[in-house]
């Protein structure tokens, strides 16, 4: 075995026998000690500085033993191929120096090697315990004596494919997200969306009673005409969240266009350079901040239509106002429990938040500061504590929902002179439920998968993604006493009246919408079904009268009475006829009778009929 060229260089040139020495026939071992001995008694090799003793730090009494008895196999480096012929030369004596050396010098390759034997002794192990446990599973079914060869490998393979298959399910379906694993998916229906999400009872008693229009809010929305709905955000009633989903999440037409690190949208309706949204995230406060009922329908129409020049004739200015007249204002909002939103108020105004730049304007001017005095006197109110903002009789926090839904110019806008506070609050409340009942939209914050059910039943407009429902908040921290809770409600005894008869609607509304909804889906059933059975009694005459009529010249007799049966099958095609048109609304009976003007004169004729049932059922389709 040739030796690399540093080893070489370390022993020196090679050995020479000595003259007249007989030839190498003695025993390979007593060869290689005279050849390690010779080596030794040269000055300068390696062997003899091993000789001489180990290096500085080297231990004498350290125990070697073990790393003698396990082969060389960690040698597979440059340096393990030179030193392995080199310790087959030196005795057995001084080898526990040398690997002494070699624990200093490689110390990483005899961790490999020690790991390496640590693993396969693992695996062997593995190995006859997996064999083990087989042989008691499998014992009957198996041979007599031990598996082979083939099964320890067939064995190891599919305990190898069963780790690989858990460990790739976890990476694929981490935790209990994948559906898969969920049992009880198969086994137990899917549950209402809609229902309890305030973790109260899905059936409640009604407490006021609404009429059928009242609860029957169907828009129909022109979003390419003149149609504009106008979203009244009240303050920590959820408001932000609700119309990021207006202009970010319904499938339109034309899309609102947002851009990235803009908050408002550009909503334009399909083929126009209007809007057909007024809100924060569309046009902006165009009327101030956090505009109020009383704010919203005095400005609105002229924030919609522009600034008129006073350069326009009367005769145009006229034509204007009918327009704005005939332009069908859709006002929505959302309503918050009113304990839950004042304690939200509360933190935001402890953050900072003045709302300064709210206009209050009614009557066309903004109120005095006598009329409505300010709660603290720095640039913000930051820090305030609860008690001193509900100490403040000024404070708009109060019955704010109230105050934003009313018409303010039937009390005299903020002069609290003109009326006594009794029948100043009797006139608001009632002005907020009237104004309330009659918008064509208003959402609860309690409730947000069906305030997206209503909103897409009453302007026909669908959301990409559903609502989510958010049970912790701001409001939800902060930890209050009883004592403390019924003085909010005090304080906010309009707003507590308003949410219990905005509540009391919004529950009716909905079922009411998911009765009609239901009603539709078992009449289209129906329909459905009276047109299979149409169909089948057509199929079932026609079958009967070529098999028994093949040449209907030669038996007159066979053809009186497939004359009969024939008006029979008429006749029931016009009760299913008559049926189907008395379901359809009569602007779609106008339609059909447009379509078919010669269906009244040809009773006689057997396909006209079911064409025109099976035309009604495809336009109810």
């Known amino acids: 075995m040739a030796l690399p060229a540093c080893a070489a260089r370390a022993l020196g040139p090679p050995l020479q026998p000595e003259r007249g020495a007989p030839a190498r026939t003695t025993c390979p071992r007593r060869h290689s000690r005279v050849e390690a001995e010779l ?21 004498r009494g350290f125990n070697s033993q073990p790393l003698l008895d396990e082969p060389l196999k960690a040698a597979s480096s440059l340096v393990g191929a030179a030193r392995a012929p080199l310790f087959a030369l030196l005795l057995r004596g001084r080898r526990r120096r040398m690997h002494d050396l070699r624990r200093r010098w490689d110390l990483g390759s005899l961790c490999r090697a020690l790991l390496t034997r640590g693993l396969a002794a693992l695996g062997h192990s593995l190995k006859h315990v997996l064999g083990a446990i087989f042989s008691k ?34 990476y694929v379906c981490p935790g209990t997200e994948c559906q898969l694993l969920r049992l009880q998916a198969f086994s137990s229906p899917l549950p209402d969306p809609y ?12 407490r006021y009673n609404f009429s059928r229009g009242d609860l029957l809010r169907k828009v129909d929305f022109d979003i390419k005409g003149d149609d504009l709905i106008v979203f009244l955000h009240i303050q920590k009633t959820g408001g932000t969240t609700f119309g990021r989903h207006l202009v970010r999440n319904i499938q339109l037409e034309q899309p609102c266009e947002c851009r990235v690190g803009q908050k408002k949208c550009t909503c334009h309706r399909p083929g126009k350079r209007e809007t057909w949204l007024f809100s924060r995230f ?8 956090h505009a ?62 003045t709302w300064k730049a709210s206009l209050h304007v009614c009557d066309g001017r903004p109120p005095t500061s006598e009329e409505l005095p300010s709660c603290y006197t720095g640039d913000d109110w930051s820090g305030c504590p609860l008690k001193e903002f509900m100490d403040c009789p000024y404070n708009l926090a109060n019955n704010r929902q109230v105050r934003m839904l009313s018409d303010l110019t039937l009390v005299g806008c903020y002069n609290l ?33 069906k305030t997206q059910y209503l909103f897409e039943k009453t302007f026909n407009m669908n959301f990409i993604s559903p609502f989510t429902q ?55 059933r129906q329909e459905q079904r009276k047109f299979l059975k149409g169909r089948f009694l057509q199929t079932h005459y026609q079958t009967q009268s070529q098999s028994q009529n093949p040449n209907p010249s030669q038996n ?66």
């Open 556 to 621: 007159p007799n066979l053809n009186a009475s497939q004359s009969g049966t024939q008006s029979l099958f008429q006749n029931l095609i016009q009760n299913l006829t008559q049926s189907s048109g008395q379901n359809l609304s009569p602007k779609e009976n106008q339609e059909s009778q447009k379509q078919n003007p010669g269906q009244e004169q040809s009773d006689g004729n057997t396909s006209n009929g079911t064409h025109d049932y099976i035309g009604s059922v495809e336009k109810w389709r």
């Open 195 to 206: 229902r309890s999400e305030d973790e109260s009872s899905a059936r409640f008693v009604p």
């Open 137 to 170: 599973i499998f014992g009957p079914l198996a041979s007599v004596g031990n598996m082979d060869e083939k099964s320890n490998k067939l064995l190891l393979a599919l305990v190898m494919l069963f780790l690989f298959a858990v460990i790739v399910l976890q």
């Open 282 to 289: 569309s046009t902006g406060w165009s009327c101030g901040l």
């Open 292 to 353: 109020d009922w009383t704010e919203l329908t005095s400005c609105v129409p002229a924030v919609v239509d522009g600034k008129r020049d006073a350069r326009l004739r009367p005769s145009r200015w006229r034509i204007f106002q009918i327009l704005d007249a005939a332009r069908n204002f859709h006002y929505i909002t959302i309503l918050r429990d009113p304990v839950s939103r004042y304690l939200s108020e509360w933190r935001h105004v402890q953050r900072g938040a």
């Open 470 to 524: 958010y049970n912790t908040t701001r409001a939800s921290s902060v930890e209050i006493s009883e004592e403390l809770q019924k003085r909010i409600e005090g304080l906010n005894f309009l707003d507590m009246e308003l949410y219990s008869y905005a509540k009391d609607l919004f529950l009716q509304r909905y079922q009411f919408m998911r009765q009609k909804e239901h009603q539709e889906a078992r009449r289209k």
């Open 417 to 449: 002179s003109v009326m006594p506070e009794k029948q100043r609050n009797k006139v608001l409340l009632e002005s907020a439920k009237s104004n309330l009942k009659h918008m064509a939209f208003f959402g609860l914050t309690e409730f947000q998968r």
């Open 39 to 59: 080596a030794a008694s040269r000055p300068g090799s390696v062997a003899a500085s091993v000789r001489a003793g180990p290096p500085r730090g080297v231990s």
